[in-house]
C-alpha cells in the first residue's frame, strides 16, 4: 500500500500531539506529587489561589525563595497546559472525523458509547445520594403464594433496625449534632485491677457496636456527623486540636473522660446577657457500658465453661435518649454536710472531693451546703451556708485582720518615723528631753543615747517597712480571691438572710436530690468518732427537707451508727433520733441502734487492749452482698413473694457481674455499718425495699469499742431481756444496711395544717368544736383541696456516713453512687440492665472427629476432588 | 434459540474441556477451604475468641479477594480474545447469530461457570449455619423430592455429550424436574410437611445477602473481563488487563481490610465515602456479609454489568465495520 506523504505527515502529527498529552500528564503528576509533600506550602490553598486569582500565578511561579516547589508548580502547568492542548486538539479532529460521511455508523457508535459511559456515570452519582438499606438479619424467607416474602423470624433478632419509637423521635431533632466515638482503651470492665482478654475483647465488639449504631443514625440525613478518636492513632493529637479550636467545651469534656466514652454534642445560638447571639454548647456522654455491658461472669461460664463473649445489652433506647436530650439541664444534687472540712473540698481524709469528681464527670452538677456554723464560737447551731459564703465570710475575715494589723503598723511606723526625725534634726538636746519627756519617763538623753538611739531605731524602720509591705501584698490577694466568688450579689443576699430555715429551703428549691452523709464511727478500734448528735438538724431544717420530700424530690442519706466510746457519752447533748431519721421512719426506714462488726476485727479488738498502737487499719472486711445470703432467719424478713428485685441490688448485680462476681462488688466494703431495716408501715410495695447486706459473720454490737475492762465480742441476748427477739437484740448477720424505698408521699406532710388552725382561731377565738371546725373548713381556698395527684417520692439510706469520703472513689463505689443517683432522680434508663437477650459470639459444637474431618475435608478433600475430576477428564479426553 | 443454546453449552463445556476450568475451581475451593477452616476454628474457639458473622469469615478477608481478583480474569481472558488469537471470531461473527446475543451467550456460559464455583460452598453451609437437621423419615413425597437428583445427571450429560446421549440426558433432567416439583406438591398439599425440618443455630440471612452480593460483583467483574477480551488479541494481555481495571474496584477495600490504610477518624469524609462506594470488597465484608442489602451496591453492579456488556457488542461491531 502507497503511503503518502501527507499521511504520513498526518500520522506524525497524530503522534507528537498524542506524546504531548502523555507527557503533560505525567509532568503534571510528578510536579503534583513534588509539591504535595513541600513542607510549608499547601498545594491544595495554591491551586485554589490559582482558581480565583489567576494573577497569583505568574507570582508563584516566578517565586524563587524555595525553588523546589517553584519547579513543582512549574511542571504542573506546563503539565496541564500541554494536556488540555493535546485533549482540546484530538477532540477537534475527532470531531472534524465524525462529520465525516464514511463515519456514519461509528460515529453512532461513539455517540451510544458516550451515552452509556454518561448513564452509567449519572446513575451512580446519583445513587450515591438517594438508596436504601434493607436489613435481611432476623428475617426468614417465606413463601406468600406465589411470591417469596421476607418476614420477621422468630429465632433471631434485627441488627440493623432501629426501634420505631426511635426513629420517629430522631425523625423530630432539628440543628446538628456531632457524635465522637472516644476510645482511650480503659476497659469497660473497670473494677477488674488488670484488664483481661474479655475486657479487650469486649471494647472491641463495642466499638463496632457503636459504629453500627451511629451508622444507622447518619441514615437520617447529614444532621448526624460522627467522629471516631482512638488516643493510639497517629493523627490523634491533630483531631484533637481541631476538636478544640471549633468545640472547646467539648474538647474539655474528652479530655476529663474517665473511660471509653460516646459525646453528643450541640450547638446553639442563644441571646447572651448583652442581647448578642452567643454560642451555647450542650454535651451528653454515654460510656461504652451505658450502652453494652461486660457480663464477665457469664462469658467465663459460657459454653460448659469453655468461655465466649457475653455482652448485656443496654437497649438503644438509652442511646437515643441521650441524642434527644443533649440539651437537658443537668440534675443539681446538693451534699448538706455540717462543716467545711467534710465538704467535697474539705480535708483530704474527710472530703467528699471523690464524690464530687464522680458525679461531675457523669453529668451532675454538686452543691456543698454546711448545715452548722459557729464552730469557733462554742456548740454550733443550725446554718444554711454555701462553700462560697463560708469562704466569702473567711476571706472577709481575713481581710479584717489584715486592715487591723496595717492600721496597727500604720501608727507605729508614723510614731518610728517621727521619732527617727526628731533624733536626727538639730533639736538641742535639752529640746530633745523636753520633747520626748513622756518616752523618756524620767530618764535623760545624751548625746551618746542619740546616737544609740537612731543606730536602732533605723534597722527597725525599715523591717517595719517591709513586713507592712508583705503585709499589704497579702490583703490584696485575699482581696482578689474574695472578688473572684462568683455570684457576689446573690451571696451578700444569702449572708442578709438570717432565718436559716427559709435560707435552706431557698438552697434545697434550686436543687433535685440531697445526700446527707453522717459519717460518725470512723474507726471503732481506736475510738475514733464524729459524735452523732453533731449532725442532728433543727426543727426549721427538718421541715425544709420534708417540703423538699413532700414535692417528691429524693433524698439519699448516709447515716452511720450512732454508738459513741464512754468518753463521749460522758458530754451533754440531745441523743436519739433526729427530726431527718424520723421522716424516714414514717416512710418505713427504720435506723438500727448498734454498730456491725465482722470476726475479722476480733484480732484488731484484742490488740487494741494490750497496745495503743494496734489501730486496725489493716482489717479487711467482707464485701457487702446485693442479696440477702440464704439459710438465715432474721427478725421481720421481708415476703419475697410476689416482689420484684429491688432495682438498684438488681442493676449493680449486672454490674458485678462485669467484673467477674454476681453478688458482690469485691472493692465496695464497708468498715463499721449500721443496720437499715424497711418496715412496710404505708405497704410493701412492688419490689423489696432492702438491696445491701453485711456479711453473715458479723454480729450487731451496741458497745463496739474497747476499752481496758472490755473487748467487743458476739454475746447474743438472753432470753430474758427485754431485747430478746427484737430488732435491737444482739444477733449473727447477715443484716441489711442499705435500703431504697419508692412509695406516694404521706398525707400528713402535703396537708399543712396551719390555714385550719388560723381559719378556726379567726372564727372563734379559742373554742373548738365540730361546728367550729367545719366552718373552719369552708374558710380554706377551694384549691387547697385540689392538690393533684400524690406525687411518688424515693429515697435510699445506707448505714454507712463514710462510704463516699475519700479525694477518689473507687469505681466499686463510683458504680454504686451513680447506680443510686440515677435511681432516685427516676433515671430508670440509666440503670445497668439484663433484661434485654444477651449478646455472644455464635457457637457451633462439633465433636474432635467431626471437627478434624470438616477442616481437613475443607482444605484438602474438596480441591482434591476437582483435581481427581479434572485429571480423570483430561485423560479421558487424550485417550479418546 | 437453539443456536444460542448450542452456544452457551459449547462455551460452558470448553471451561472443562481444558486444564483452566479445573484449575481455577481447584484454586478457587482451596482459598475458600483455607478460610472456611480459619472460620471454623472461630466458630469452635473457646474464651473471648469468635466471630459474629461466619460468612465474613470467608469472604471479609483480605486473602479472600485477592484470590477473587485473579478469577474472574482467568474466566473471561479467553472468551474472544482467544478467538480473534486464533481467527475463528470472523467465523463467528458471520454466523447467523447477533453479536449481542453471541456476548449474552457467552458471558451467560462464563456467569454459570462462576456459579458453578460457589456450589460447593453450600457444602460449608450446614457448620456456617450450626445447620440441626431433623429427618422425619422416608415418605413417598420425600422419595419424589429426591429424584431431583437427576437434575443434575441429566445437565452434565446434556452438556457434555453429543449424539445419542443427548435425549437420556434430556430426559433425564425433566424426569428429575417433574419429580422434584410432584415431590413438593406431595409433601405440601398431603402430607402436610416440608422435605426435611432444618433449623439454624445462627441467622442464615447473613449469608443468603452475602451470596447476593457475591454474584452481583461476579458479574459485574465478569462483564468487564469480557469486554476487555474483545479488544485484545491476546488471552494473557487481556487478563492482566482486566486484573488492573479490576483494581479500581478493589484497591481500596484490599488496603482497609488488609490494615495498610486506616479509614479517617471522620467517617462522613468525602474521600472515604467515594472509596467506600467503589470498593468491592467493602460491600460484601461490611454490608452483605452482615445481612445488609445496599440498593447503591447492587446498582452499580448491574450499571456496571449492562455498560460492559453494552461496550462489548459496540467493540465486536467496530471490528465489524473495520
Not at chain 1, 126 to 141: C, P, V
Not at chain 1, 189 to 203: I, S, T
Not at chain 2, 57 to 66: P, Y
Request: hydrophobic share 45%; with cysteine; proline share 6%.
Amino acid at each position: 500500500m502507497v503511503i503518502t506523504k501527507r499521511r504520513r505527515r498526518g500520522s506524525w502529527l497524530l503522534f507528537g500531539i498524542r506524546a504531548l498529552g502523555v507527557t503533560g500528564l505525567f509532568a503534571f503528576l510528578l510536579g503534583a506529587l513534588g509539591a504535595r509533600r513541600t513542607p510549608g506550602h499547601s498545594l491544595r490553598g495554591t491551586l485554589t489561589d490559582f482558581a480565583t486569582n489567576p494573577q497569583a500565578i505568574p507570582t508563584a511561579l516566578f517565586n524563587t525563595t524555595d525553588r523546589f516547589y517553584t519547579v513543582c508548580l512549574w511542571l504542573i502547568v506546563l503539565g496541564a497546559v500541554c494536556a488540555i492542548l493535546a485533549g482540546l486538539a484530538l477532540f477537534i479532529g475527532g470531531l472534524g472525523r465524525l462529520a465525516g460521511r464514511r463515519n456514519v455508523a461509528g460515529t453512532n457508535a461513539v455517540l451510544q458509547t458516550a451515552l452509556a459511559v454518561v448513564l452509567l456515570v449519572g446513575v451512580n452519582a446519583w445513587s450515591f445520594h438517594h438508596y436504601k438499606r434493607f436489613d435481611w438479619t432476623g428475617r426468614k424467607l417465606t413463601w406468600d403464594w406465589p411470591y417469596p416474602r421476607l418476614a420477621a423470624s422468630e429465632r433471631f433478632e434485627p441488627q440493623f433496625t432501629l426501634p420505631d419509637a426511635v426513629v420517629a423521635d430522631l425523625k423530630q431533632l432539628r440543628g446538628e449534632t456531632k457524635v465522637v466515638v472516644y476510645q482511650r482503651h480503659k476497659t469497660p470492665g473497670q473494677f477488674a485491677d488488670k484488664p483481661d482478654a474479655y475486657d479487650y475483647a469486649a471494647e472491641r465488639k463495642i466499638v463496632e457496636k457503636v459504629r453500627d449504631l451511629v451508622g444507622l443514625f447518619r441514615e437520617f440525613g447529614p444532621q448526624f456527623s460522627v467522629q471516631v478518636l482512638d488516643v493510639e492513632d497517629e493523627g490523634f493529637t491533630r483531631a484533637m486540636k481541631d476538636i478544640e479550636r471549633n468545640n472547646p467545651q467539648l474538647a474539655k469534656a474528652i479530655d476529663a473522660a474517665p473511660v471509653n466514652s460516646i459525646f453528643f454534642q450541640s450547638t446553639r445560638a442563644v441571646p447572651g446577657p448583652d442581647g448578642k447571639p452567643v454560642n451555647r454548647e450542650s454535651i451528653q456522654r454515654l460510656s461504652f457500658s451505658d450502652f453494652y455491658q461486660l457480663d464477665k461472669s457469664a462469658s467465663k461460664a459460657a459454653d460448659g465453661g469453655r468461655g465466649n463473649l457475653v455482652l448485656l445489652p443496654q437497649g438503644i433506647g438509652s442511646f437515643a435518649r441521650r441524642v434527644l436530650a443533649i440539651e437537658e439541664k443537668k440534675p443539681k444534687i446538693a451534699l448538706g454536710t455540717i462543716h467545711e472540712y467534710l465538704t467535697s473540698q474539705g480535708q483530704e481524709e474527710l472530703t467528699l472531693a471523690g464524690l464530687r469528681k464522680s458525679l461531675e464527670q457523669n453529668g451532675f452538677e454538686v452543691v456543698d451546703i454546711v448545715l452548722k456554723k459557729g464552730w469557733n464560737e462554742g456548740e454550733p447551731v443550725a446554718g444554711a451556708v454555701t462553700l462560697n459564703e463560708t469562704q466569702y465570710e473567711r476571706l472577709e475575715e481575713e481581710l479584717a485582720d489584715y486592715d487591723a494589723v496595717l492600721q496597727i503598723n500604720k501608727q507605729e511606723l508614723k510614731f518610728m518615723s517621727g521619732l527617727v526625725e526628731k533624733l536626727k534634726s538639730n533639736m538641742t538636746l535639752d529640746e530633745l528631753n523636753r520633747e520626748l519627756k513622756p518616752i523618756l519617763r524620767g530618764q535623760r538623753l545624751d548625746e551618746t543615747a542619740r546616737k544609740r538611739n537612731i543606730a536602732n531605731l533605723e534597722p527597725q524602720l525599715e523591717m517595719l517597712r517591709e513586713y507592712m509591705s508583705l503585709q499589704e501584698k497579702e490583703r490584696n490577694e485575699t482581696l482578689k480571691q474574695l472578688e473572684a466568688i462568683p455570684g457576689q450579689e446573690r451571696l451578700a443576699e444569702q449572708r442578709r438572710q438570717t432565718d436559716t430555715a427559709a435560707k435552706f429551703r431557698k438552697l434545697l428549691a434550686d436543687c433535685d436530690m440531697v445526700i446527707l452523709p453522717r459519717m460518725t464511727v470512723r474507726n471503732a478500734v481506736t475510738g475514733e468518732v464524729i459524735p452523732a448528735w453533731l449532725h442532728r438538724l433543727d426543727d426549721g431544717q427538718t421541715l425544709a427537707l420534708r417540703d423538699f420530700m413532700a414535692a417528691g424530690k429524693p433524698v439519699f442519706g448516709l447515716f452511720g451508727p450512732v454508738n459513741e466510746p464512754t468518753s463521749e457519752r460522758r458530754r451533754p447533748g440531745p441523743r436519739g433520733p433526729d427530726g431527718i431519721e424520723v421522716l424516714f421512719n414514717q416512710l418505713g426506714v427504720v435506723f438500727g441502734g448498734q454498730t456491725i462488726l465482722f470476726n475479722s476485727e476480733l484480732k484488731a479488738f484484742s490488740q487494741r487492749r494490750v497496745s495503743l498502737l494496734a489501730t486496725g487499719a489493716e482489717v479487711e472486711v467482707p464485701p457487702a452482698l446485693f442479696e440477702r445470703p440464704k439459710g438465715r432467719a432474721d427478725v421481720e424478713a421481708d415476703d419475697p413473694t410476689g416482689q420484684k428485685p429491688n432495682a438498684i441490688a438488681r442493676s449493680l448485680k449486672v454490674v458485678a457481674a462485669a467484673a467477674g462476681s454476681a453478688d458482690k462488688l469485691e472493692k465496695l466494703k464497708l468498715r463499721h455499718p449500721r443496720p437499715v431495716y424497711f418496715v412496710p408501715v404505708r405497704g410493701p410495695g412492688d419490689s423489696a425495699a432492702e438491696f445491701l447486706f453485711a456479711d453473715a459473720d458479723s454480729w450487731n454490737e451496741a458497745d463496739p469499742f474497747p476499752n481496758r475492762d472490755k473487748t467487743p465480742r458476739y454475746e447474743p441476748t438472753k432470753p430474758d431481756s427485754p431485747l430478746y427477739g427484737t430488732r435491737d437484740a444482739e444477733t449473727r448477720g447477715p443484716f441489711p444496711i442499705g435500703v431504697a424505698v419508692e412509695t406516694t408521699v404521706p398525707a400528713a406532710w402535703r396537708d399543712d395544717p396551719q390555714p385550719q388552725a388560723a381559719a378556726a382561731a379567726l372564727l372563734a377565738g379559742s373554742a373548738t368544736g365540730a361546728a367550729v371546725a367545719i366552718a373552719a373548713q369552708s374558710l380554706i381556698p377551694a384549691d387547697d383541696y385540689a392538690r393533684g395527684p400524690i406525687p411518688r417520692l424515693r429515697v435510699a439510706a445506707v448505714g454507712h456516713g463514710g462510704l463516699f469520703t475519700g479525694p477518689e472513689l473507687s469505681p466499686a463505689k463510683e458504680q454504686f453512687l451513680l447506680t443510686a443517683c440515677n435511681w432516685l432522680l427516676a433515671r430508670d434508663e440509666r440503670l445497668a440492665r439484663d433484661d434485654h437477650p444477651a449478646w455472644h459470639y455464635p457457637r457451633v459444637s462439633l465433636s474432635g472427629r467431626r471437627l478434624g474431618l470438616w477442616r481437613d475435608g475443607a482444605v484438602i478433600a474438596l480441591p482434591a476432588a476437582v483435581a481427581f475430576l479434572g485429571s480423570l477428564v483430561l485423560l479421558v479426553r487424550k485417550y479418546r | 434459540m437453539r443456536t444460542s443454546l448450542s452456544l452457551i453449552r459449547r462455551e460452558f463445556a470448553a471451561y472443562f474441556l481444558g486444564p483452566l476450568g479445573y484449575v481455577a475451581l481447584a484454586l478457587f475451593l482451596l482459598g475458600g477451604g483455607v478460610l472456611f477452616r480459619f472460620t471454623v476454628d472461630l466458630l469452635t474457639a473457646e474464651g473471648a475468641k469468635g466471630i459474629e458473622y461466619p460468612m465474613q469469615g470467608l469472604v471479609g478477608n483480605v486473602g479472600f479477594w485477592l484470590v477473587f481478583w485473579v478469577i474472574p480474569p482467568l474466566l473471561t481472558m479467553r472468551l474472544f480474545a482467544e478467538e480473534r488469537a486464533t481467527g475463528t471470531l470472523e467465523m463467528l461473527l458471520t454466523a447467523p447469530i447477533q453479536d449481542s446475543r453471541v456476548v449474552i451467550c457467552k458471558y451467560l456460559a462464563c456467569l454459570l461457570f462462576y456459579i458453578l464455583l460457589w456450589l460447593p460452598t453450600l457444602l460449608f453451609l450446614p457448620v456456617l449455619l450450626d445447620l440441626h437437621f431433623a429427618w422425619p423419615g422416608w415418605s413417598i413425597g420425600r422419595a419424589l423430592v429426591a429424584g431431583s437428583l437427576a437434575i443434575p445427571v441429566g445437565l452434565v450429560i446434556l452438556t457434555f455429550s453429543i449424539g445419542s446421549w443427548r435425549p437420556i440426558g434430556s430426559t433425564l433432567f425433566f424426569a428429575g424436574l417433574a419429580s422434584w416439583v410432584a415431590g413438593i406438591v406431595y409433601l405440601r398439599l398431603v402430607e402436610k410437611s416440608v422435605f426435611c425440618p432444618i433449623t439454624p443455630g445462627i441467622d442464615p440471612m447473613p449469608a443468603a445477602a452475602a451470596y447476593v452480593g457475591l454474584f452481583g460483583s461476579g458479574a459485574m467483574f465478569l462483564a468487564l473481563g469480557l469486554w476487555v477480551s474483545s479488544l485484545v488479541k491476546n488471552p494473557i494481555v487481556a487478563a492482566l488487563v482486566a486484573l488492573a481495571v479490576n483494581l479500581a474496584f478493589i484497591l481500596g477495600g484490599l488496603l482497609v481490610l488488609g490494615g495498610f490504610y486506616v479509614p479517617p477518624a471522620d467517617t462522613g469524609d468525602a474521600g472515604f465515602r467515594v472509596m467506600s462506594f467503589l470498593s468491592v470488597p467493602l460491600h460484601v465484608s461490611q454490608d452483605f456479609a452482615r445481612g445488609i442489602i445496599d440498593t447503591r451496591h447492587l446498582l452499580l453492579y448491574g450499571s456496571v454489568t449492562l455498560a460492559g456488556l453494552f461496550l462489548t457488542v459496540r467493540s465486536l461491531e467496530r471490528r465489524r465495520w473495520q
